[in-house]
């Protein structure tokens, strides 16, 4: 059971924020929604959990619209984030998990083990705004996540964060995927995406520029990088068919082929001229491919 977007267009007045996005994420998969400010992440994620209305299109979770009904299977960590400040973490996870239908008990033991797992059990009576702000993130996703929902959306989840958090937060994420949870984030970070993600939509201006499973994105693309170190001389393969360009720099050559076989032949090239160091194909990162689609650079 997936989650669809079919023909999504969302509307504000005369100015259109998502332009006819359509979207497949399969159950139990992490999905990555990248875009600059503004693209439409967050218009996308509050239609997909039906806190408006698109303007046009059809969204579905498992053959329905999400809504009140379904609160209690979906998660939500928001951009804004919005914790009661004054409030203690045990009361303030009580009040929202309570809101998702847990009982007091059952929070308590999902909160303690989720403080745990964050280093920071002393938190567990401390009050929202005694925090920093990377720690109240933390606690935030905890209240998006500690009724186990099927369906998990996060909105700039690594913002923020310092790189020993986003570690912390990513290895979180990760297991709640390989326990089944279906996880839709977005970020301004294209490493993020790469490193978690199957599938994966590029927004430009409310517009899908990049959209599909990561593997078929890159494969489609065909371009592909190669570099090879040897102790002699390497300028002769750029006459191979399929090198599109060869730097040269000390001791090695960067080419770019156009298929995935011309490799094969660069490979065939080197041998018997002398002793070859190092033999690398590369994928195209998603900065490269999403560079060759829009012409710019993606920040
Ligand atoms: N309620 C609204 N009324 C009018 N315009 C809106 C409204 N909500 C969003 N927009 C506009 O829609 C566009 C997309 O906004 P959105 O918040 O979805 O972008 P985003 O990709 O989440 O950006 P960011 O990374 O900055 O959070 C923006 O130009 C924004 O100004």
Redesign the pocket.
């Known amino acids: 059971m997936t989650l669809e977007l079919r023909n999504v267009t969302k509307k ?2 005369a ?1 259109t ?2 332009n006819d996005i359509s979207l497949t994420i399969p159950k139990g998969e992490m999905f990555g929604m990248l ?10 994620f ?1 239609m997909i959990l039906g806190l ?1 209305d698109q303007t046009d299109g059809k969204i579905s979770w498992k053959g329905n619209k999400i809504g009140y009904q379904s609160s209690h299977l979906v998660g939500y960590l928001p ?1 804004e984030r919005g914790l009661y400040p004054k409030m203690k973490v045990s009361d303030q996870l009580v009040y929202l998990g309570r809101l998702r239908g847990m009982k007091k008990g059952q929070v308590l033991i999902e909160l303690k083990k989720w403080l745990d797992r964050f280093n920071i059990p002393d938190y567990i009576d401390k009050k929202i705004d005694e925090l920093s702000k990377g720690n109240q993130q933390k606690i935030q996703f905890i209240a998006s996540v500690i009724h186990q929902p099927e369906l998990l959306i996060l ?2 989840p690594f913002s923020g964060l310092d790189p020993v958090n986003v570690e912390q937060l990513k290895k979180a994420v990760l297991d709640l995927k390989n326990e089944g949870t279906t996880i839709v984030f ?1 970020s ?1 970070r294209m490493e993020h995406v790469e490193e978690l993600c199957e599938y994966l939509c590029i ?1 430009q201006k ?1 517009e899908p520029v990049v959209n599909g499973p990561l593997k078929e994105v890159k494969r489609s693309y065909g371009k592909k990088k190669v570099t090879v170190e040897a102790e002699f001389e390497l300028s002769y393969l750029q006459d191979i068919e399929g090198v599109t360009s060869c730097t040269l720099y000390s001791g090695g050559a960067r080419l770019v082929i156009t298929r995935e076989e011309v490799a094969d032949d660069v490979f065939k090239a080197l041998s018997g001229r002398g002793s070859v160091r190092k033999f690398v194909l590369e994928e195209p990162s998603l900065n490269d491919i999403f560079i060759e689609k829009v012409g710019a650079s993606y920040e």
């Not at 875009?35 to 996308?44: D, E, H, P, R, S």
Request: proline letters at 0%; glycine letters at 20%; zero cysteines.
């Open positions: 504000f007045g100015f924020a998502v875009g600059a400010n503004g693209a439409g992440k967050t218009t996308t509050r408006i951009e909105d700039e977005s301004h927004l409310g």
